[in-house]
């Protein structure tokens, strides 16, 4: 009795091990049925779904099973150059060049966009909708003590969200600025239940936005607010999946892959949730 106990706990610490090596919060998702298997890692676009419409429509064409690991731009960059993953799709473009540089990740490629909002309660207590930038939003925020919200994950959005704080010559700390260590949806919702500002990108705003009735957008259209996403893969030979993962970008930026990136989202939401690579261009880094 005592070792099959015994055995039962190692095996669960081991379950539990290789999903934290993964930095994902439960095991991967598998889609499409075809003996070309790789595996991919990003956040929004496999929250939101279209990393399903994509990866299914790809697997019918190519025999392919995709694995999609659910992490940010910061994990999803450290389980490629890890060699745990074929795939990444993010939007931390200084990282991305460096990953380039360095040889341990390739094939770049630009795949779409879409932006930042900040978003907040109606009453908007430290008034950035009357802000003349994103820095002075912020600066705003921080000198009204405003509760905000961060997810604090080493995230795209957290990198951003960073960036933006330092440009306006701040280091948020305090009460007032609370981190979540939480994904998209997530610390949106929270925001919501406890009426504070969060910089939230517009993909998950358009098909959210009837869960969080207290907030709405009060900053918006600051061209550092604009946020690019990029795919990267393992060089040729890294890993199993490599060569089929190279074909998934391919398919990705293709006129058919861009047609399911604009359309995606709307005919359910009413708008599409992401711009395709062409719109996505004037602001690449």
């Not at 090596?21 to 676009?45: E, R």
């Not at 890993?239 to 892959?257: E, L, M, R, Y």
Request: glycine residues 8%; contains cysteine; aromatic residues 10%.
């Amino acid at each position: 009795m005592r070792k099959n106990l015994v055995l039962l706990l190692v095996m669960i610490a081991v379950i539990l091990a290789g999903t934290a090596a993964f930095g994902a919060d439960k095991p991967p998702v598998a889609y499409g049925t075809g003996v070309n298997q790789f595996s991919l890692a990003t956040g929004s676009p496999g929250e939101l779904g279209l990393l399903q419409v994509l990866a299914e429509t790809f697997g019918k064409e190519h025999n392919a099973k995709m694995s999609w690991y659910k992490a940010g731009s910061g994990v999803s960059l450290k389980l490629l150059q890890d060699k745990k993953v074929d795939l990444i799709m993010v939007h931390a473009p200084a990282a991305e060049k460096k990953a380039v540089q360095d040889g341990w990740a390739v094939k770049r490629t630009l795949l779409g966009s879409n932006e930042f909002f900040i978003v907040g309660p109606a009453n908007d207590p430290a008034k950035i909708a009357a802000a003349k930038d994103v820095a002075d939003a912020y600066r705003r925020i921080a000198a009204a003590k405003a509760k905000f919200f961060s997810r604090g994950d080493n995230s795209g959005t957290h990198k951003k969200e960073m960036d933006l704080w330092k440009k306006a010559g701040l280091e948020p700390q305090g009460d007032w600025y609370v981190v979540t260590k939480d994904f998209m949806t997530a610390t949106l919702k929270r925001a919501n239940q406890e009426k504070g500002y969060f910089m939230v990108d517009s993909s998950t705003w358009v098909a959210d936005k009837k869960e969080v009735p207290n907030l709405k957008i009060l900053f918006k259209g600051d061209k550092l607010l604009v946020n690019t996403y990029h795919a990267l893969c393992q060089p040729a030979g890294a890993t199993p999946g490599a060569a089929t993962a190279a074909q998934f970008i391919d398919f990705v930026a293709s006129p058919a892959g861009q047609q399911i990136i604009r359309d995606y989202g709307r005919k359910r939401h009413g708008a599409g949730l992401y711009n395709d690579a062409a719109y996505a261009k004037q602001y690449d880094e």
